[in-house]
């Protein structure tokens, strides 16, 4: 089965500054979706940035973008202009085509905008 | 657009006692989700329905568990009896799969199971 990690509990950063979210999975197929999803207070998951894997280009967002590194099974969130509501719990999910389209999360990463 | 209503917000039980959560999807997405989110973990499925038949409840306990999608529309998942382990948010999302959708998921605010 799919696995994906977030190897960072908690991420802070300061207003205005770049941070940067990792998240790693491991699979053996070929063709999947990924997503960045955030998760704030009120526990609305919204999503942020979604990438299909056939896909070379790295999505963005705005401010939101993804460093997709298909080799490594990497997929990295880069947020610029850091905004103090950005501030939430960030899930990675990876999605399967093929298996009833199943989506695994990973633990997630809780970051902090400082003023 | 409404995004996924889901209700009560908040819900606290006794142990033993049953307790329901009702979903309401985003008009015309074919397929709803139920997820069920531990304190500082990812959320896990429970059970997605494409239209009224549960394609993948592999997850979710039947011994207490239940969950049903009447018309196509809204969920109803019910827990009976409740017991201090289920304290938990549980997620409804709904997607539209195919017809040249992007299969995004898209979630409610959840219900936060308090079991005493």
């Known amino acids: 089965a799919q696995t994906v990690t977030q190897s960072q509990p908690e991420m802070s950063v300061q207003e205005a500054e770049t941070v940067t979210l990792s998240c790693t999975y491991d699979t053996s197929e070929s063709d999947y979706y990924l997503f960045w999803y955030k998760q704030p207070p009120s526990r609305q998951m919204i999503l942020v940035i979604r990438?299909?894997?056939?896909?070379?280009q790295n999505a963005t967002e705005n401010r939101f973008s993804v460093n997709f590194q298909k080799a490594a099974k990497s997929f990295s969130l880069k947020i610029s202009d850091s905004q103090l509501g950005d501030a939430a719990m960030y899930f990675c999910a990876y999605r399967s085509p093929y298996n009833n389209n199943d989506m695994r999360f990973g633990a997630g990463t809780r970051l902090t905008v400082k003023p | 657009e409404a995004g996924v209503v889901q209700s009560p917000r908040y819900k606290i039980i006794e142990k033993k006692q049953p307790v329901a959560f009702w979903c309401n999807p985003i008009s015309g997405h074919n397929t709803l989700y139920w997820y069920l989110q531990n304190l500082g973990q990812g959320p896990e499925l429970l059970i997605r329905?494409?239209?009224?038949?549960?394609?993948?409840d592999s997850q979710l306990p039947k011994d207490r568990f239940s969950a049903e999608r009447l018309k196509g529309v809204d969920s109803t998942l019910k827990i009976q009896p409740a017991e201090l382990g289920d304290s938990a948010v549980y997620l409804c999302a709904s997607s539209l799969v195919g017809q040249g959708s992007t299969d995004t998921q898209y979630f409610g605010p959840g219900t936060r199971l308090t079991v005493l």
């Open positions: 329905y494409e239209n009224e038949e549960a394609v993948d």
């Open positions: 990438q299909e894997a056939y896909k070379q």
